[in-house]
């Protein structure tokens, strides 16, 4: 089901103001106005939008990488299986 936002809505969706959402239909996001003859976007396009923005922002792009860095696991390679000295896993006892 298609879900319908005004600018307000929209603006609260996403977190950003309408002023934001109003650059956005200029600079060509689709929206259609409702019976009432307010400007409206469908929430998946609007949605759409933001996320490309998120991925051309220089900001957003280093908090992830700082977030990434924190939660990097060290691994023990030697620990990993098919690595290592695999004679010490073998029993001499049983063999092959």
Same mark, same amino acid.
């Given at each position: 089901?298609?879900?319908?936002?005004?600018? #307000?809505?929209?603006? *609260? @969706?996403?977190?950003?103001? /309408? @002023?934001? $959402? /109003? /650059?956005?239909?200029? #600079?060509?996001?689709?929206?259609?106005?409702?019976? #009432?003859? +307010?400007?409206?976007?469908?929430?998946?396009? &609007?949605?759409?939008?933001? +996320?490309? /923005?998120? &991925?051309?922002?220089? $900001?957003?792009?280093? #908090? &992830? *990488?700082?977030?990434? *860095?924190?939660?990097?696991?060290? $691994?023990?390679?030697?620990?990993?299986?098919? +690595?290592?000295?695999? +004679? *010490?896993? $073998?029993?001499?006892?049983?063999?092959?």
């Amino acid at each position: 089901m298609t879900v319908w936002l005004n600018y #307000r809505q929209a603006a *609260k @969706r996403v977190s950003r103001s /309408r @002023r934001t $959402i /109003r /650059r956005w239909k200029a #600079r060509g996001m689709p929206m259609t106005f409702d019976d #009432r003859g +307010r400007r409206v976007v469908d929430e998946e396009v &609007l949605l759409a939008w933001w +996320r490309g /923005r998120l &991925l051309a922002d220089p $900001i957003h792009q280093a #908090r &992830l *990488k700082a977030k990434q *860095k924190e939660t990097q696991v060290e $691994i023990d390679e030697e620990e990993l299986p098919g +690595r290592g000295d695999w +004679r *010490k896993d $073998i029993d001499p006892e049983e063999g092959l």
